[in-house]
């Protein structure tokens, strides 16, 4: 089975995934899903040491993160393994790794040995917390990284300590932005007709994820606190109790602020001196809240959303995740995408997020299983049925 492109938008481009856990497959995901043709890269079963680190192959998370894909198994400790790849990669357009950085030059997978081999190549690294610097050594970890990029520190109610958020998204974060990188790099190459190396890492992609947080600090030298449900400093936006549970409303704004006021049946609070403009309802949030909860008790949540909607007062409900993937408007986007595995049968994985309205991305295969493809790939690049006979006599696939 030659690969089978899950769009015609990426198509033309062969990428050498060297990744695993999480940061590197999800950017890998990001290209397989628009057709890329990615050749899942994985040690044969005994050689590496944190072989499983990814979870169970059969898994949700295994599975959602390597569709699309092509897999093929190799030794690259061995310098038949290193020869095979050295192959592979003469052709290729991308390699993807998130090995600790100095894993890289012992394995010849570095951007200046790929260079030499083929000029066009683009190299994408994701790291903990760089490439080089102080921490350099250090294994990197969604919540280390959590911790680091100050995440943690806004994240929770106040005075209860610092709480990860519940999505590891300093791995996909870095992921994301890695695959960015890759596709600005493959952009620049159709001028340059030159490859580069891309670089993330979990602390930088954490410390972007704050944003308007991280920027308080830099511009103004505040310090932000954790507040909970709140906005940190839009209010009223916060998580707000009803008669049966809990919405999220969000009336920063004046505007809003009437609007919500005006659909509570509360409109005295708009006479209020503490509530008067944006600073003064951030400064005032407990008993802004405290009047919000207590004018919201008589009506369940389905009421109020109702109601509010109504009066153009953006809201939501909150819910676990059965009733996410229940909602209409969750179907109706198709966030949940249906995959054939040869042994699973029919599963569901997470939809691509990125709609392109020509070329879409789809769900063309499901994860391989470990070296489904590799007497399929070696074949591609060359090597004769013996040949592949005896790479496998040696080990090295």
Not at 178 to 204: C, D, F, K, P
Request: some cysteine; overall charge neutral.
């Amino acid at each position: 089975m030659t690969h089978i492109p899950a769009s015609t938008a990426l198509s033309r481009f062969r990428v050498l995934d060297l990744s695993r856990v999480r940061a590197g497959p999800t950017c890998v995901k990001q290209l397989a899903d628009f057709g890329a043709d990615v050749i899942k890269i994985e040690s044969p079963p005994g050689v590496d040491a944190n072989e499983g680190m990814g979870g169970p192959r059969e898994g949700p998370d295994f599975q959602n993160l390597h569709r699309n894909k092509r897999s093929m198994t190799l030794n690259l400790k061995l310098p038949e393994g290193r020869e095979v790849f050295a192959r592979l990669a003469k052709n290729a357009d991308v390699v993807v790794e998130n090995y600790r950085p100095d894993v890289k030059f012992r394995l010849g997978v570095d951007y200046e040995s790929l260079k030499a081999i083929n000029p066009r190549i683009i190299l994408a690294s994701i790291s903990g917390f760089g490439q080089d610097g102080p921490y350099v050594d250090r294994p990197g970890f969604d919540q280390i990284a959590q911790g680091m990029t100050g995440l943690m520190s806004v994240t929770g109610h106040p005075g209860q300590g610092p709480m990860r958020t519940g999505a590891a998204i300093a791995d996909v974060s870095a992921g994301l932005y890695a695959a960015l990188g890759i596709l600005t790099a493959l952009l620049e190459r159709e001028a340059s007709g030159q490859g580069q190396w891309v670089q993330s890492s979990l602390l930088m992609s954490g410390i972007a994820l704050l944003d308007f947080q991280a920027a308080r600090y830099l511009m103004k030298g505040e310090v932000p606190p954790q507040v909970g449900n709140d906005h940190p400093t839009s209010m009223p936006t916060s998580a707000y109790a009803t008669a049966d549970g809990h919405i999220n409303i969000g009336a920063s704004g004046e505007g809003m602020w009437v609007r919500l006021c005006k659909a509570i049946e509360r409109p005295e609070l708009l006479t209020r001196k503490e509530f008067e403009g944006g600073e003064n309802r951030a400064k005032n949030r407990i008993p802004l809240n405290a009047e919000i909860n207590a004018a919201l008790a008589g009506k369940t949540s389905a009421q109020w959303i109702e109601i509010l909607n109504a009066a153009g007062v953006p809201c939501g409900p909150i819910y676990n995740m059965d009733q996410v993937f229940a909602d209409p408007q969750v179907q109706h986007i198709h966030a949940a995408a249906k995959v054939k595995h040869p042994k699973l049968g029919d599963i569901q994985v997470i939809n691509q997020a990125v709609g392109l309205s020509r070329t879409p991305a789809t769900m063309a295969s499901a994860t391989p299983e470990i070296g489904q493809h590799t007497d399929e790939v070696l074949a591609e690049v060359g090597y004769s049925a013996a040949e592949i006979a005896s790479l496998r006599k040696n080990k090295a696939v």
